[in-house]
């Protein structure tokens, strides 16, 4: 069992910065893949990007690659998602989830998930 807590949202102006952080406890972080998806309001959830514990590779969907960037601190169990060059379209709630899979791109294959985190960004 893993609990993901995330903390971090807010609003701020197009082009500015946000940094999500998602407090995982329970099993060990490092043996879980870290993903962000986001929900806006009358759309499907959708993957933003994860960090694979297989490496430590990161993915990203193509919307946000160069101005989104996932980290970790596995002596925190804690991923980070640092939001750069904002735009109205990123505005949603932010989930952080985990999976036992090396990588995952749908909310299908994640088994725990955080309560979200809202960010909103003003035009």
């Known amino acids: 069992q893993v609990q993901v807590v995330e903390s971090g949202g807010g609003l701020v102006q197009a082009g500015g910065s946000l940094r999500l952080s998602c407090a995982a406890s329970g099993r060990t972080f490092s043996s879980y893949t870290m993903g962000w998806f986001r929900q806006a309001p009358g759309k499907e959830r959708e993957f933003v990007g994860c960090l694979s514990w297989s490496g430590g590779s990161t993915y990203y969907v193509e919307s946000v690659k160069g101005r989104f960037t996932i980290s970790g601190d596995n002596a925190k169990n804690t991923v980070y998602l640092q939001m750069n060059s904002l735009k109205p379209e990123d505005t949603a709630v932010y989930y952080c989830?985990?999976?036992?899979?090396?990588?995952?791109?749908?909310?299908?294959?994640?088994?725990?998930w955080g309560q979200g985190t809202q960010v909103t960004v003003s035009s």
């Open positions: 989830a985990a999976t036992r899979a090396p990588f995952g791109s749908t909310w299908g294959e994640y088994d725990y």
